[in-house]
């Protein structure tokens, strides 16, 4: 049982356009919603995250929103810049700490 | 200040043999993890110790056998290596909720390891 979903395994942006990266959660326990970025033979990388009692976050081109009826939340990257290309993994966070992750999806960025 | 880092980088086993993966953060984190990355899976949690002298299961357990040896190092070990055990192992750590905790891990470089 899949808690959180990542449903788009790849994504394909021209430089200077919005990417938007979205992730659907089942759980209404969760506190903390994160999104990491990964380039290969590297470890994930902290992004950014959002509080389950927030809608949003912003921090420079990275915007996070929270639907909590829909359980959906979703990364916007304005403007997308080649640099972005990685893979990204969404995660949410247990009170315990504990971080259960998405699959993954793949951002390429044109220039 | 190094962050979180694993040693060894690349491994290749023979089904049956043992190895450990070692992992050490210089953050003063009290929480520690182990992940394995699978194409198509994401992370999923192996397991994790949310301070000194305790360890707890994960999601995918089996097979493998966590020591905390103090409050910088969470070591893994395979104690017999099988094919279904190759994967990239990533160990993690993170700092005690409380002000300007935002829920995240930091992560080391990895650990590609192939069993044959």
């Known amino acids: 049982d899949q808690q959180v979903k990542q449903n788009s395994p790849s994504l394909s942006v021209q430089e200077g356009r919005i990417s938007i990266l979205n992730c659907d959660y089942t759980?209404?326990?969760?506190?903390?919603f994160l999104w990491y970025k990964k380039y290969p033979a590297e470890g994930p990388t902290f992004l950014i995250s959002?509080?389950?009692?927030?809608d949003k976050n912003e921090d420079g081109r990275f915007t996070v929103f929270l639907n909590k009826s829909a359980k959906h939340l979703s990364l916007h990257i304005v403007p997308s810049q080649p640099g972005d290309s990685a893979v990204y993994f969404c995660a949410a966070s247990l009170n315990t700490g504990k971080l259960i992750f998405g699959q993954g999806t793949t951002l390429q960025v044109k220039p | 200040n190094a962050g979180v880092t694993q040693t060894p980088k690349f491994q290749v086993l023979k089904t049956g043999q043992s190895m450990t993966l070692q992992c050490a953060q210089d953050m003063n984190h009290n929480s520690m993890y182990w992940y394995r990355q699978d194409p198509g899976m994401g992370l999923r949690l192996i397991y994790y110790s949310a301070s000194e002298g305790t360890t707890d299961k994960g999601e995918v357990p089996n097979g493998y056998n966590v020591s905390r040896l103090n409050k910088r190092e969470f070591s893994l070990r395979l104690e017999s290596a099988a094919p279904s055990q190759t994967s990239v192992y990533f160990c993690?750590?993170?700092?005690?909720?409380?002000?300007?905790?935002?829920?995240?891990?930091?992560f080391g470089p990895g650990t590609r390891l192939t069993v044959t």
């Open positions: 959002i509080s389950s009692i927030k």
């Open positions: 993690a750590s993170s700092g005690p909720p409380g002000q300007g905790f935002r829920g995240e891990q930091y």
């Open positions: 759980n209404s326990m969760f506190d903390y």
